[in-house]
Structures are given as structure tokens and as C-alpha cells.
């Protein structure tokens, strides 16, 4: 597997991640109903810096990279990543934030903070624990999951 940074003719496998996951609604706080344009848009957002995971030439994962706030807080990196359901349990999610950890430091950064993990993704939740960040924070019932109902949103952080 290698982790490159993405070019304009990724979109389409980008898309092919992005959209089962933001048509469930389970992990990301994104519109269920967003276009293909307007998901491309926000995962390319100014100041965003967008990786793909290839193997085999076929891409299987994504992540962007950003800081986490400006001024005062922007030697704070925060990352968000998908990885195609039909390559999830491969250690695609394990490569790419192992990436973007080295990547956040080489870039200046002195921590890395996701703002709102969904807790009922627990598989996530593990990973990022197994990966050294702490649950600094919980905020009770911050996300309206389309089964569950209101579920707790995390603040995860580490050290770089």
C-alpha cells in the first residue's frame, strides 16, 4: 500500500469512498443527501491537504488533513478519513493515521485532535486509542445517529 497525496483524477475513487459513508449518516456529521460536488468541495476544502491510500493501483482510503483552528491553535493538526466499506478490516484507517501522524509533525505541528468521534463507531473509537490519542471529552448525545438516536460525539487528542 502506498499513501500519496491525491491529484485531480482521484475524484472519482474519492467519491466511491465518500458516498456509502455520508449515505449512512453513522460516522460523519455530513448532509446525508450531499452531492458529489458538494462532497468533493468540502473534503478539498482551502487548507486541506488530501491523501488517498492506493493498493494495487486501486484506491481504498482517503484522509484530509488541516489544522484544527487558526492562530492560537493552528500548530493543532485534525484529520478525517474513510476508507472504502469494501476494503474496511484491511488496516487501511492504521496506515493512513500512521501517515498522517508523521505528516502532521514533518509539517510543524506539536498535536493532532479529531473534534467529534462518534462513539457507537467503535471500531474507530479502539483504533485511535490503539494509536495513542485520549478521549479528552464527551459531549452527550452531540450526534443524531439514523438507528441508535442521539449518541455521544468524542474529543480525541495526542501528542506528536
Known sequence: MI????????ADAI???LEPIIRAGETYTLPRDMSREEAL???HSAGHEVFVAEENGEISG??????NQKG???HVANCGYMTAPWASGRGIARAMCQHSLGHAKARGFLSMQFNFVVSSNERAVDLWQRMGFKIVGSLPGAFL??????????VMYRML
Open 3 to 10: 499513501i500519496r497525496t491525491a491529484t485531480a483524477g482521484d
Open 15 to 17: 467519491w466511491k469512498i
Open 41 to 43: 468541495a468540502y473534503w
Open 62 to 67: 482517503t484522509y484530509c488533513m488541516r489544522a
Open 72 to 74: 492560537g491553535g493552528a
Open 145 to 154: 445517529h439514523p438507528t441508535l438516536g442521539a449518541v455521544d460525539a468524542l
